[in-house]
């Protein structure tokens, strides 16, 4: 049995991922023979949203009544303990597929009004690998009559080669993060990450820092995009990237794992808002009737094994044996005052690799019909994953504040206001 339906392998040159008929899930990405994402085999559930996606709501939202265009919901709790629904709808739904393609695959989902989320959509997602790595484009149209508020996120486990994420090196060019109550719930302070133990502005080992934080105030290129990068002691690095429809940015180090997969990767994740945007409006996405929203993110391995002179075999080392490219290590910052910890409490996530490159060159030029990488502003362990795949004959070889309305003349997103 494959819990996860239809397995859709897609495949460019040396790249490999599988795509799950349920929740649309990317099940594995492997390049060169090495993991991009820490995984899951074919006859496993994905474990704490291991690399789902995250919709009409990301990461949680606190239990209760809320309401929008004039229409009453009742958010029940999937994680009891915070009283939170966590990661959305669509994630353990069948998906409709669209196209198949070497290289490609596009799934879609349309979610019908439920009592947590009382609004007709329709989301739409292509994997797509390419010479610059897998590229993931998001659309969510409005099917109903009056406006619909979302947020989205995807939640990729990043994997390292070595046992453990500590000795990698984490770069995540963001100027502020949100602080959380003990439900993990947003409490409206939106602090600096300057001289906080969750600063990786510059690149900084992870070794001993817990994350489970929301990022916002993304620093971006010419091109609008975002870019954070992992680099583990062994010197393979993972750049993910993100478009302007991706105002935040989530760092889950998988402490609260089971041990097994406890730090043994590092959760990455683009998100179009913070925690409990439903309630709180932040961040939150308005669609009229009948416009689409358009998001892209990617993610792509790039180098090979580094070992600087002096340096032995893998593992991680200690503290500060060699600077990561592009500069020397930052500097051990003091514990912030407000609690950091912001998403995935009951996700399993490792800790990360450096994050550099630009995200323009992670995602690369338009493709002659593809979708644009820019937005206008919105108002809005080696080969194989863990556990491998037994079945691999059986895949499909060939994948309280009303938001800005969103028209169908715009779309994306800006970038992380001071209130997250």
């Not at 009409?56 to 809320?66: L, M, T």
């Not at 950091?340 to 030029?365: E, W």
């Amino acid at each position: 049995m494959q819990p996860s339906g239809r397995q859709i392998e897609i495949t460019f040159e040396d790249q490999t991922a599988v795509v799950t008929e349920v929740g649309a899930t990317l099940r594995n990405y492997v390049h060169g023979g090495v993991a991009v994402v820490e995984g899951f085999a074919s006859h496993e559930l994905p474990d704490a949203c291991r690399n789902q996606v995250c919709y009409p709501w990301v990461n949680r939202v606190g239990s209760g009544e809320w309401r929008y265009s004039e229409r009453i919901a009742q958010v029940g709790a999937d994680n009891v303990v915070t009283a939170t629904s966590n990661h959305g709808l669509a994630r353990w739904r069948p998906f409709s597929v669209d196209e198949i393609a070497a290289h490609r695959c596009t799934l879609s989902l349309v979610l019908h009004p439920l009592p947590d989320y009382p609004f007709l959509s329709k989301f739409v997602v292509t994997y797509e690998l390419g010479e610059r790595g897998l590229r993931v484009t998001s659309r969510v149209e409005n099917l109903d009559e009056v406006d619909i508020p979302f947020s989205l996120g995807f939640h990729p486990y990043m994997a390292v080669t070595t046992p453990k994420i500590d000795g990698a090196w984490l770069t995540i060019p963001a100027q502020s993060y949100v602080a959380v109550d003990a439900r993990m719930l947003p409490t409206g302070d939106i602090l600096k990450v300057e001289a906080s133990a969750v600063d990786f502005r510059r690149p900084r080992r992870v070794d001993g820092v817990e994350l489970d934080v929301t990022y916002g105030d993304l620093e971006r290129d010419e091109a609008g995009m975002f870019t954070a990068s992992l680099r583990d002691a062994d010197g393979h690095e993972i750049q993910v990237s993100q478009d302007e429809a991706y105002p935040y940015f989530q760092a889950f180090s998988a402490d609260t794992l089971a041990p097994a997969r406890r730090r043994t990767s590092l959760a990455l994740e683009p998100m179009t808002a913070p925690a409990d945007a439903l309630r709180t409006g932040q961040g939150l996405i308005a669609l009229a009737p009948g416009s689409p929203w358009t998001g892209v993110w990617g993610v792509r391995r790039v180098g090979g094994p580094f070992r600087p002179p002096g340096r032995g075999g893998g593992g991680g080392g200690s503290g500060g044996d060699f600077p990561p490219p592009g500069g020397r290590a930052a500097p051990a910052a003091a514990q912030p005052s407000s609690r950091a910890f912001a998403t995935n409490i009951d996700d399993p996530v490792p800790v990360a690799r450096l994050i550099t490159a630009s995200i323009s060159s992670l995602v690369g030029p338009r493709p002659p019909g593809g979708p644009s990488m820019a937005h206008p502003r919105r108002t809005d362990r080696r080969a194989g994953d863990r556990g491998g795949d037994r079945d691999a004959g059986a895949r499909d070889t060939v994948q309280r504040s009303r938001a800005p309305r969103v028209d169908a003349s715009r779309r994306g997103g800006a970038g992380a206001s001071a209130k997250e």
